[in-house]
């Protein structure tokens, strides 16, 4: 037999658990019956998610550190940028989960349920999730999982292994946080490390790539080795945590709904294609879907003009490194270096208008971007 619910989250990540947990503060949506399904529990901290914002979030009580001021290193610009009113902010993945998880227990009528879920199915008036043991149905259903026979565009990928270290000696300056240290080999594209200091001792150091393949497993330990020696002239220290991801860098348009299916997460299209940045655009996202619904609305909104004016800077961009037209290091190094560092992550948070558009652009080789942003041009409109 089908059990029926108002909602059903399928995929209980970082969008899944930030949707349900912006539904729980709508007294409009706080007695609906929802069932949120994941494969596994949370136990693990899987991820780390660092972003940056003005404002504080309703998230804001669980940060784990945050910086006003950031590095940014190449071989010919090195600065620190005091980036105020911005904050870059860390958010450990399982202090997020387990605030989710508890706010949740207050609620008997939301449901978790830990299967697996083969199919995703839109009628006319509901969805339907079929999983390894069930079949449940719903008004809406708000997917986080990728399927493994989605056919995804080919991209980059952001790949990167990250050492949570810590020292005898205070040998970090907590306030400011490395952003992108470019003066590491680029032998396999674009490459740079994270140093993210959150005590004078304790620091995650995460060395980063843009590239079509994988490395070996050796190839990031002996790079963080050899960072955390040769440029932070550590000699030693204590391996607290590692954590490995893989963000897809893609133009690859993600179907965002599908009748009473809302697609969110990465799985709807909410990383941005050139930076591999994700946890901003879900709090976004997420919070247009709580606000459509608590009016009653169709929960996906269309993609607005500036959204997709977005989406083709993103792919000129992305065209550029994946062709290797530009290297990374040189592309980053002119924007941070011709830009003040504010309009930088407003643009990066798809937040800039126009004129500060055309000001980060004038910041690059226009005879190397101008070809590639005609070409997208063209492409979007035969492809509509
Ligand atoms: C290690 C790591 C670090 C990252 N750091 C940052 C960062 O610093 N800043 C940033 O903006 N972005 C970052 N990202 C990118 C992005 O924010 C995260 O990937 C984020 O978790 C995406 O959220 P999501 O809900 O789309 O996917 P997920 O959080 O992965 O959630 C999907 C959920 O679906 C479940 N699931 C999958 N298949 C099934 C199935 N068949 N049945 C049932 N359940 C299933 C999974 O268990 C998971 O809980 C990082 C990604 C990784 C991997």
Redesign the pocket.
């Known amino acids: 037999m089908t059990s029926s619910y108002d909602y059903i989250i399928?995929?209980?990540?970082?969008?899944?658990l930030s949707l349900l947990y912006r539904m729980l503060q709508e007294p409009v949506l706080q007695h609906k019956k929802i069932l949120v399904?994941?494969?596994?529990p949370?136990t693990k901290n899987?991820?780390?998610?660092?972003?940056w914002e003005k404002e504080n979030s309703i998230f804001q009580s669980i940060i784990h550190h945050q910086w006003d001021q950031l590095n940014f290193r190449s071989n010919t610009y090195n600065a620190v940028l005091n980036i105020e009113p911005y904050n870059y902010k860390m958010l450990q993945g399982l202090d997020f989960y387990n605030y989710v998880m508890q706010a949740a227990q207050a609620f008997p009528n939301v449901k978790f349920i830990y299967?697996?879920?083969?199919e995703i199915k839109s009628h006319q008036a509901n969805a339907v999730v079929i999983?390894n043991a069930n079949v449940y149905s719903a008004q809406y259903v708000f997917n986080?999982?990728?399927?493994s026979k989605q056919k995804i565009t080919k991209g980059l990928l952001q790949h990167?292994k990250g050492w949570l270290i810590k020292t005898e000696e205070p040998v970090f300056n907590a306030s400011v946080a490395t952003f992108m240290d470019f003066t590491v080999s680029q032998q396999h594209g674009t490459t740079f490390m994270y140093v993210l200091p959150t005590g004078n001792n304790v620091a995650l150091v995460e060395y980063t790539l843009f590239t079509e393949e994988l490395l070996k497993e050796d190839d990031y330990n002996n790079a963080l080795k050899n960072y955390i020696h040769q440029q932070l002239q550590i000699t030693q220290f204590e391996l607290l945590h590692e954590?490995?991801?893989?963000?897809p860098m893609t133009a690859h348009s993600f179907v965002r709904t599908d009748g009473n299916i809302v697609n969110?997460?990465?799985?709807g299209g909410?990383?941005k294609g050139s930076s591999?940045?994700?946890?901003?655009f879900?709090q976004k996202r997420t919070a247009q879907i709580v606000t459509s619904v608590v009016k009653n609305q169709h929960p996906f909104k269309k993609a607005s003009f500036v959204k997709r004016k977005f989406k083709l800077y993103d792919d000129v961009l992305l065209d550029v490194l994946q062709n290797k037209k530009m290297k990374g290091a040189e592309l980053f190094t002119c924007i941070f270096q011709k830009n003040n560092p504010q309009t930088v992550l407003q643009f990066l948070d798809n937040e800039t208008g126009l004129l500060q558009d055309l000001k980060i652009m004038s910041s690059v080789p226009m005879k190397i971007f101008l070809p590639v942003a005609i070409k997208k041009i063209f492409q979007a409109i035969f492809n509509n």
Request: contains cysteine; hydrophobic residues 40%; glycine residues 14%.
């Open positions: 399928s995929g209980a990540g970082c969008a899944g399904i994941d494969n596994a949370k899987d991820r780390t998610w660092c972003f299967e697996t879920v083969t999983t986080s999982i990728i399927f990167f954590e490995f991801g893989v963000i969110i997460g990465t799985a909410d990383t591999g940045y994700t946890f901003q879900i």
